[in-house]
């Protein structure tokens, strides 16, 4: 078994893992990426739509914002942490180094108010950026425009020159199609990870390792995330004995064509612009549900959408108040390429959409065990609490990122990098049937969806641990002979998907995403 070493290993290529690496590499560290995706679209940042949330001028309105959303849960000196260096990120970074084009007032509208500069964090600004005459979008939950972005497409804007700067670097190697396997852990520290590669295993030592593996999106049957989000990143941590939390705060979005052939997200920002939800028999009923109506909290959208759905047939998205296809125009021809007619309101539902609890980190990505790092939807840095604030994944992915970065470079012994005994990953038996994981997966998602979903009860709950306690005993038999990338992802996302169950079992206060309802209710 061949290994190699590393100073710093980034386990996922997202926003999150992206800032890290540049971070790292800038601190003079050799950083490899280790991800399993093969091009852009297999990253769950690449499919952010609505944008990235800067504090502009007020950084405690921002907070306040936060902390609302988040039913009152988020962590306040997390929330500070993200607010205060906000601006800073996003300049120095995004504008300056990778020179997104965020969309300026002069492609979309006349309104002057909305183009302001990016202040520093003094509240000086920057002439540089104000030039740009950015146009602030208005998203669910926020009391002012403060989203920066790219049509429908920020995710892409953003992931893309980002990849391609870190693939010109001279630190920095990128490993596509490699899967972390598990962590190599021992007496509470953090040595790297098993990886492997067109079959290949081998170990990949590293000072300190960083974990960047996005969603859970294959644990539910609808889900906003790209295929291969399988919580990879915190199964990993957890089996190696890192703290783990907030699991039941699991989001989904309210608006998704479920319909299409390939269902996609409808951004939140149509609504910011005015867009209206309609049930089946074409009444508008979000103020009924809450008094900022459509731009309520998304917990509180996505039930009401569940609720309307059940008792109509249908909710749509009514589009006819805001040109559309003009300022929307990558989501006007998503779904004319999916048949679906948007001047007749596009369908919509529900869908798992973000995790805001995760591996416990600090405010420089930290996690409990000695070497360990966990960033972007991995992590649970406290900032999104019970319900994440719409445009605030890739702010924190940005953030955190960039300080677990520079901590892991910054962290780098003298002299060689320590190495352990790698474990025997055998291959005693033959190799599974190719549907096993299919099928095990398919059990896995029905438990999740019947008894995990946007609305539980404790006795469903109690039911979704025993199955899955089963199914991950049996999935644990099998991994111990032999070794395949597709039963390590299950393996993974068993343990994330019992970690949800378990915590929500345990929490039977209705907070933000996690809404129990009596059993009679239910029914």
């Not at 079992?505 to 995403?513: A, F, H």
Request: aromatic letters at 4%.
């Amino acid at each position: 078994m061949s290994e190699h070493t590393t100073d710093v290993l980034v386990i996922g290529s997202g926003i999150a893992g992206c800032a890290a690496a540049l971070a790292a590499t800038g601190q003079g560290a050799d950083v490899t990426i280790a991800t399993k995706a093969t091009r852009p679209e297999g990253a769950s940042s690449w499919w952010a739509q609505g944008g990235i949330a800067v504090s502009k001028d007020d950084p405690e309105q921002f907070k306040r914002d936060i902390v609302k959303a988040s039913d009152g849960t988020a962590d306040p000196e997390a929330v500070d942490v993200l607010a205060e260096h906000a601006n800073d990120a996003v300049r120095e970074v995004l504008l300056e180094t990778l020179s997104v084009e965020f969309d300026r007032v002069e492609s979309r509208t006349t309104d002057d108010e909305r183009a302001e500069p990016v202040s520093s964090a003094d509240g000086t600004g920057d002439s540089s950026v104000g030039k740009r005459n950015l146009d602030f979008g208005q998203e669910a939950a926020h009391s002012d425009e403060r989203i920066l972005h790219v049509d429908a497409s920020t995710g892409k804007a953003i992931h893309v020159p980002f990849l391609n700067y870190l693939e010109d670097h001279d630190n920095a190697e990128i490993r596509e199609d490699t899967a972390a396997l598990e962590l190599l852990s021992r007496e509470g520290r953090v040595y790297g990870a098993m990886v492997e590669s067109d079959g290949e295993v081998e170990p990949l030592f590293a000072d300190a390792t960083i974990l960047a593996t996005g969603g859970i999106g294959e644990l539910y049957p609808n889900s906003t995330n790209p295929k291969g989000m399988t919580g990879d990143g915190i199964g990993m941590a957890a089996l190696a004995g890192a703290a783990v939390t907030d699991m039941e705060y699991v989001q989904f979005h309210p608006t998704v064509c479920t319909e299409a052939d390939e269902q996609f997200l409808v951004s939140e920002a149509v609504r910011g612009e005015g867009a209206l939800l309609r049930n089946g028999e074409g009444e508008r009923f979000m103020p009924d549900y809450h008094t900022d109506a459509e731009l309520a909290p998304r917990d509180v959208v996505a039930r009401a959408v569940t609720t309307e759905r059940d008792r109509t047939g249908e909710v749509r998205l009514d589009v006819s108040p805001l040109d559309f296809a003009g300022e929307f125009p990558d989501l006007a021809e998503l779904c004319e390429d999916n048949g679906i007619d948007y001047r007749e309101g596009v369908p919509v539902a529900p869908a798992e959409h973000f995790l805001c609890g995760g591996v416990v980190v600090d405010d420089r990505g930290r996690a409990s065990l000695e070497g360990l790092y966990a960033v972007g939807e991995t992590a649970r840095t406290g900032v999104h609490g019970a319900n994440r604030l719409a445009s605030t994944s890739l702010l924190e992915g940005l953030v955190w990122g960039l300080r677990a970065g520079e901590d892991a470079a910054g962290s780098r012994r003298d002299g060689e990098i320590r190495t352990i005994d790698p474990p025997e990953l055998l291959e005693r038996d033959p190799d599974l049937p190719e549907r096993f994981a299919r099928e095990k997966f398919r059990r896995l998602r029905r438990v999740m969806d019947k008894h995990v979903g946007l609305e539980r009860t404790p006795e469903d709950l109690e039911r979704a641990q025993g199955v899955l306690r089963r199914l991950k005993g049996e999935v644990d038999a099998y991994a111990r002979t032999r070794t395949s990338r597709s039963l390590y992802e299950l393996r993974h996302a068993t343990v994330t998907a019992l970690l949800i169950a378990r915590a929500a079992s345990e929490n039977r206060e209705s907070l933000g995403t996690h809404y129990l309802v009596n059993e009679a209710s239910a029914d």
